[in-house]
Antibody, heavy 117, light 108 residues
């Protein structure tokens, strides 16, 4: 059974960079797409972006200038960096596995990140 | 705003049938997948592809599509089905993945 677990700080200061890592267990990261989805409090789900295990990436156009997703196959992990954060970036951040038919079959439990000074 | 449009809220009497819809031009070309999210929990997928249910999802959940609208139907809704439901597919360009705005289902 594949499991995903996010890790990273729960509080980030405005203008700084949000960094999260997702550790994949129960399966190899060397296949599938791996991505990040966020959900502001009380709101809906939003794609941030995803990465294929060979390193090709795809980002949400509204966030593309601030987002980097990268993968570490040796650790079975992938990571998110979101720069120049503001209060609008406060959200639960989920890591997820994206199957080839465009559906998300595994989700992490979510990591609430609050942007505040 | 999302390119996949859902009704914000729908209600259904216990044991009755409810249809949750998702509208978008891209749905003429791409399948939608559907996710159930209960308060404080990560979403889980309940329907993918033409009408496929993952292991463990009750057969009262089914999916369909017609024209620019995809539907999730719950036949004989149960109290535990009360949740937010999100559709998911590609946007009208076909290049980006998007979620619908979500539908809050209340089981009366």
């Amino acid at each position: 059974q594949v499991q995903l677990q996010e890790s990273g700080p729960g509080l980030v200061k405005p203008s700084e960079t949000l960094s999260l890592t997702c550790t994949v267990s129960g399966g190899s990261i060397s296949s599938y797409y791996w991505g990040w989805i966020r959900q502001p409090p009380g709101k809906g789900l939003e794609w941030i972006g995803y990465i294929y295990y060979i390193g090709s990436t795809h980002y949400n156009p509204s966030l593309e200038s601030r987002v980097t997703i990268f993968i570490d196959k040796s650790k079975n992990q992938f990571s998110l960096k979101l720069s120049s954060v503001t209060a609008a970036d406060t959200a639960v951040y989920y890591c997820a596995r994206l199957a080839f038919d465009d559906y998300v079959d595994y989700w992490g439990q979510g990591n609430l990140v609050t942007v505040s000074s | 705003s999302s390119e996949l449009t859902q009704d914000p809220a729908v209600s259904v009497a216990l044991g009755q049938t409810v249809r949750i819809t998702c509208q978008g031009d891209s749905l003429r070309t791409y399948y939608a997948s559907w996710y159930q999210q209960k308060p404080g929990q990560a979403p889980i997928f309940v329907i993918y592809g033409k009408n496929n249910r993952p292991s463990g999802i009750p057969d009262r959940f089914s999916g369909s599509s017609s024209g620019d609208t995809a539907s999730l139907t719950i036949t004989g809704a149960q109290a535990e089905d009360e949740a937010d439901y999100y559709c998911h597919s590609r946007d009208s360009s076909g290049y980006h993945l998007v979620f619908g705005g979500g539908t809050k289902l209340t089981v009366l």
